[in-house]
Nanobody
Framework: QVQLVESGGGLVQAGGSLRLSCVAS?????MGWFRQAPGKEREFVAA????????LYADSVKGRSTISRDNAKATVFPQMNSLKPEDTAVYYC???????????????WGQGTQVTVSS
């Protein structure tokens, strides 16, 4: 069982930035980030491969988001810039064996961290 703990969420004004983080209890997993806005289904945001060589982004955040990892600390850092009110959601960290956009590719999930973007 892999434990994931997210942090870094909060309230930010539109146009601002947030750097989230996810600490895993085990290394060597592909890591993904997903989000769920009120009344909507959970959706893919970004992912990074086990060694960080491959990154994936949703079209909605591409160009204003980066994801990186520090394997020595088993931590992943999604950075989001130029935030918009529609980015408001609970953001979830997930760990799996493949780097992909599908939720079913990730076996372990964190509890989520709230991000609220005010206009």
């Amino acid at each position: 069982q892999v434990q994931l703990v997210e942090s870094g969420g909060g309230l930010v004004q539109a146009g601002g930035s947030l750097r989230l983080s996810c600490v895993a209890s085990a290394r060597n997993y592909a890591m993904g980030w997903f989000r769920q806005a009120p009344g909507k289904e959970r959706e893919f945001v970004a992912a990074i491969s086990r060694m960080g060589a491959t990154t994936l982004y949703a079209d909605s955040v591409k160009g204003r988001s980066t994801i990186s990892r520090d394997n020595a600390k088993a931590t992943v850092f999604p950075q989001m810039n130029s935030l918009k009110p529609e980015d408001t959601a609970v953001y979830y960290c997930a760990a799996g064996w493949t780097t992909g956009r599908g939720q079913d590719e990730y076996a372990y999930w964190g509890q989520g961290t709230q991000v609220t973007v005010s206009s």
